[in-house]
């Protein structure tokens, strides 16, 4: 029997890569698919892939993709996107969304104890006890999609079989450095959009795209990597290696040290999510390491790029903090995209809203919710404020 996947976000990057892998096998099959506002290419998705049913998240887009397509449902609006999860019979739901909007989706497929593949980190970093804990409660799997987690989680799924988990001491994030890596902070200054989109190994969305020059990813992904593996932050380091040829490695209390190579090509990680426990052929170059040469690695410079080291404190102050550097973040992000903030202003963004609304207790998810909509508010405000 086939595996029925819906698939969030499937006019993005992550997406588009998905829906490769699934047309690749013959034991996937796409029960839903969903975009924010691009619904003429999701239309042609679901009339590619024969699926049922579609959200868009856009209320007023979606009214025109009903009146498109009526070979299916269209459901529109957030609602419509959690109705989307509640109402496919899915297996297994692959979140793909950018930001903190993935949240509700992801706390929709655990409330439900549906196995949840996951790219949208950001659900994690905002929320990240809340979450395990709800898939705790209801049995439901997270497999991690993003590249670094998918090795770790691979890595770590072998020692279990054999010595159980005492036996790992770090988990070792690798970052690629971004296209900015080895610069100074004056020669930061004034970098435009474009230089910043262009990523040295990876392609991938905007936003991710940019978190990745400025090494907010990293520390996103540190944050995912913790509340993933149940890690403490003093054991989860962050080494630069910008071939990308390792994804990320364990080391152990004898000495050893376990990796995972390979080139880089998110449909690697998603296939594992999509088949796991099964493994399937993917069509990726060989890695032939005499090709590739000599592989490099140094450590983060954290005066050029602050976000890792405000990404940590943020973790450790615990709270909304982690959900308030998030939501900041995506607001700075996308002001410098759209040319309103430099490059620099957006460490300076995310340290002021921090400073500013500090950490809370989080009680419920609303608590979150909340504090995601004040932590906007707040980092609009001084993306005016560094403009000027
Ligand atoms: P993209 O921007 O390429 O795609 C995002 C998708 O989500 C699109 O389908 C978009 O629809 C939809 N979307 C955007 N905003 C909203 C919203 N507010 N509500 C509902 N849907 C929305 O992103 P990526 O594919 O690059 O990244 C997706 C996630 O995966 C991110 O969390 C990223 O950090 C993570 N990730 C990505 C990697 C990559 O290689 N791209 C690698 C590792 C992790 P529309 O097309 O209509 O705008
Ligand atoms: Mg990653």
Known sequence: MSRRILLLGSTGSIGTQALDVISRSDDLEVVGLSAQSNWE???AQAVEHQVPRIAVTDEDLGALAAEAWTDGEVLRGPEGLVRLVLESGADLVLNALVGSAGLGPTVATLGEGIDLALANKESLVVGGELVMALAEATGASILPVDSEHSAIHQ??????????????EKLVLTASGGPFRGRTRSELEGVSVEQALKHPTWAMGGKITIDSATLMNKGLEVIEAHHLFGTPYERIDVVVHPQSIVHSLITLVDGAALAHLGHPDMRVPIAYALHHPQRTEVPVKPLDLAEVGSLTFEPVDTDSFPCLRLSREAAIAGGTAPCVLNAANEVAVHAFLEGRLPFLGIPEVIDGALQELGSQPIRAF????DADREAREVASGLVSTVTA
Do not use: R
Not at 155 to 168: D, F, K, P, V
């Open 41 to 43: 290419a999701l239309v």
């Open 155 to 168: 890595l770590i799924h072998g020692e279990q079989a054999t010595g159980g988990l005492a036996s790992i």
């Open 366 to 369: 609303e608590t979150l919710y």
